[in-house]
């Protein structure tokens, strides 16, 4: 209803509907809709202030976290235990979500869009920074899921360095070209290391690496093994959960 009823000048409409139709296309050969919905939010929000898009999405992300654990706590939603891949036996709870790093993740987001509602650090609140700590911590000894816990610590250590004006002098430029450029990095470390596996290069650094990362580039090899590298995979969500209610 948003895009259908929104006014659009005849540039701005001609760029929407060409990567709009991409969205399309992409989902025909792939089974993937997240792309369209990145493009309808993307085009819908791109005139709304960030403070408010940051507001609203830690707002209802705190309501989804206290409603989720309200029904797990009455038996509604179930508390899933998965397990790492590097084969331990260590279980990890959801919670009431469908995943044990969801929770976790839910709590970095929240950082995050504290962050940028403040956004310039001398506006932001150190004892809210200690709360997010101590959440993350608690959080971490149940869900055991270190992405999201590392991240908070590293988006904290950034901001007590910035607070500091000498480091945040020397400091600023390379924590912007790393946050500018963080997801190219994370893609490069992630594929290069499954390919490599795949072919069998550079085996004994591998198995370093998954010592560290947890079987990473052993679950992309065994994908790549298993399904190729395509321009577009097919995906189905069919079998992805067993449960009713998910979250």
């Known amino acids: ?8 000048n005849k540039t701005t409409f001609k760029e929407f ?12 050969l792939s089974g993937d809709i997240f792309f369209v919905i990145v493009i309808l939010l993307g085009y819908n929000t791109i005139n709304i202030q960030d403070k ?16 989720t654990l309200f029904l797990f706590s009455i038996g509604i939603l179930q508390n899933v235990i998965s397990y790492r891949t590097d084969f331990s036996a260590e279980g990890r709870y959801s919670l009431g979500f469908n995943h044990s790093a969801i929770l976790p993740l839910l709590i970095f ?35 055991k899921s270190r992405n999201a816990y590392y991240g908070i610590m590293a988006l904290s250590f950034m901001l007590i360095i910035l607070k500091q004006k000498q480091l945040n002098k020397w400091l600023t430029k390379p924590i ?16 290069i290391p499954s390919i490599l596996r795949s072919k069998n290069i550079l085996m004994p650094l591998w198995y370093m690496y998954d010592a560290i990362f947890t079987n990473r580039s052993l679950l992309g090899a065994s994908a790549i093994d298993s399904y190729g590298i395509h321009l577009f ?5 069919s079998n992805y959960v067993n449960t009713r209610v998910v979250v």
């Open 109 to 143: 987001y929240m950082l995050s869009y504290y962050i940028g509602y403040k956004s310039k650090h001398d506006k932001i609140k150190m004892n809210v920074i200690l709360f997010f700590l101590i959440l993350a911590s608690v959080i971490f000894e149940l869900c």
């Open 1 to 8: 209803l948003s895009t259908v009823s929104k006014r659009w």
């Open 233 to 237: 995979n097919r995906i189905s969500y």
């Open 52 to 67: 408010k898009i940051y507001r609203l999405a830690f707002v209802y992300s705190a309501i989804g976290i206290v409603v």
């Open 176 to 191: 912007y070209f790393l946050t500018k450029w963080i997801t190219l990095i994370c893609i490069i470390t992630s594929v």
């Open 17 to 28: 509907v060409t990567v709009f139709l991409i969205g399309v296309m992409v989902f025909v």
